[in-house]
T-cell receptor, first 111, second 115 residues
Framework: EDKVVQSPLSLVVHEGDTVTLNCSYE??????LLWYKQEKKAPTFLFMLTSSGIEKKSGRLSSILDKKELFSILNITATQTGDSAIYLC???????????FGKGTKLTVNP | DGGITQSPKYLFRKEGQNVTLSCEQN?????MYWYRQDPGQGLRLIYYSQIVNDFQKGDIAEGYSVSREKKESFPLTVTSAQKNPTAFYLC??????????????FGPGTRLTVL
């Protein structure tokens, strides 16, 4: 059975801290891994990773994929209260139209 | 502005009633999806559609039905057969069917509560 496991499930930090969110997966015919940020309503797209070892970066956020060890990390440096959200990891499979989602990591950044 | 709209934002239903959640997109996307989100459960796929007049069951389709008569619209009906319908429902779309090379765009969601 395909599965995506995120850790930790929840995390509380102070502004300015650096956090690392983890996503491991076991899926057949892996094609892509996606990160989303969900604040109150609609998840918004952050990154899509398809190649191992290539870092994607956007401001204070960065992500990398390790296809050998079957995991990805999402790093957030110098966290701000606006980073508080649920971060979702999803994996796409070849030959399937469905993304498999993890349960998410709830990040709380306190002032 | 292009995007995905869902209505209503909040919906209350009595047990035994069918309700229909609306999802409309003006992004000209081929594929549309319905997900259910419960606390601590992540997103679970209910139904998806790659083309008009065609749709497939997702992982938790029992108690739900959909239609895709227009490219822009993908309504979800929660029937009385769904035993635990209280949840947050998210509609999404993607440029190419599958979302494998293109990200999913999500609507703002509908929170359904069964009284």
């Amino acid at each position: 059975e395909d599965k995506v496991v995120q850790s930790p499930l929840s995390l509380v930090v102070h502004e300015g801290d650096t956090v690392t969110l983890n996503c491991s997966y076991e899926v057949t015919n892996f094609r892509s891994l996606l990160w989303y940020k969900q604040e109150k309503k609609a998840p918004t797209f952050l990154f899509m990773l398809t190649s191992s070892g290539i870092e994607k970066k956007s401001g204070r956020l960065s992500s990398i994929l390790d296809k050998k060890e079957l995991f990805s990390i999402l790093n957030i440096t110098a966290t701000q209260t606006g980073d508080s959200a649920i971060y979702l990891c999803a994996v796409g499979r070849g030959g399937s139209e469905k993304l498999v989602f993890g349960k998410g990591t709830k990040l709380t950044v306190n002032p | 502005d292009g995007g995905i709209t869902q209505s209503p934002k909040y919906l209350f239903r009595k047990e035994g009633q069918n309700v229909t959640l609306s999802c409309e997109q003006n992004l000209n996307h081929d594929a549309m999806y319905w997900y259910r989100q419960d606390p601590g459960q992540g997103l679970r796929l209910i139904y998806y559609s790659q083309i008009v007049n065609d749709f497939q069951k997702g992982d938790i389709a029992e108690g739900y039905s959909v239609s895709r008569e227009k490219k822009e619209s993908f309504p979800l009906t929660v029937t009385s057969a769904q035993k635990n319908p209280t949840a947050f429902y998210l509609c999404a779309s993607s440029i190419l069917a599958g979302g494998l090379y293109n990200e999913l765009f999500f609507g703002p969601g509908t929170r359904l509560t069964v009284l």
